[in-house]
């Protein structure tokens, strides 16, 4: 038993984020990094995209997903 294939909209993962462009691509320089722990979005539906908004939340609630952020952290010498 194959399950029923979606159809292409169902299977994006950005929904909304610069969709005006052919490729979501953010570059940090970790050398600028101002606080010691940094939260970028994985789920791709931040408000504050590509920093974590915690949307995560509520996409993990209503759909048994189970996304989180990649955390930076900073080492402070
Ligand atoms: Fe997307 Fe937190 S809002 S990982």
New binding site residues.
């Given amino acids: 038993f194959l399950p029923k294939r979606k159809k292409p909209r169902d299977c994006l993962i950005n929904l909304k984020i610069q969709k005006e462009n052919p490729k979501v691509v953010n570059e940090i320089d970790i050398e600028d990094l101002r606080s010691t722990n940094v939260?970028y979005?994985?789920?791709?539906?931040?408000k504050t995209f590509p920093v974590?908004?915690?949307?995560?939340i509520k996409?993990n609630e209503l759909t048994g997903d189970n996304?989180?952020?990649l955390i930076l952290k900073k080492k402070i010498l």
């Fill in positions: 939260c979005c994985r789920c791709w539906r931040s974590c908004d915690k949307s995560h996409h996304v989180g952020p």
